[in-house]
């Protein structure tokens, strides 16, 4: 498997951008198709969007579309979830996923996961 931190967390003003990332260690990262997911209090973890493994497709959540934008640098083993115009309904901790088939959207199909990254929008 491959070992997966996240970074970038914090609070933020609803309106405003954050730029989350996903550092890669222990496998060929442009094996791996990489996903994004959140989970808030009492609530089922969430897809968000996922990203392919040369970075050319990705797909998002509609509750995202349009806001977040995920990419990836294969050079640098990270992907990146850059979230603009936030809102309070996106607070959650965010966490990337790792797997060697692209297309789910069920937190179930990944096989890796990073400790996840609080993300608070006060309104």
């Known amino acids: 498997q491959v070992q997966l931190v996240e970074s970038g967390g914090g609070l933020v003003q609803a309106g405003g951008s954050l730029r989350l990332s996903c550092a890669a260690s222990?496998?060929?990262?442009?094996?791996?198709?990489m996903g994004w997911f959140r989970q808030a209090p009492g609530k089922e973890r969430e897809f968000v969007g996922t990203?392919?493994?040369?970075?050319?497709?990705?797909y998002y959540a509609a509750s995202v579309k349009g806001r977040f934008t995920i990419s990836r640098d294969n050079a640098k083993n990270t992907v990146y979830l850059q979230m603009n115009s936030l809102k309070p309904e996106d607070t959650a901790v965010y966490y990337c996923a790792a797997d060697q088939a692209f297309g789910y959207t069920n937190y179930r199909n990944f096989g890796s996961w990073g400790q996840g990254t609080q993300v608070t929008v006060s309104s």
């Open positions: 990203i392919n493994w040369s970075g050319s497709t990705t």
């Open positions: 222990g496998r060929t990262f442009s094996n791996y198709a």
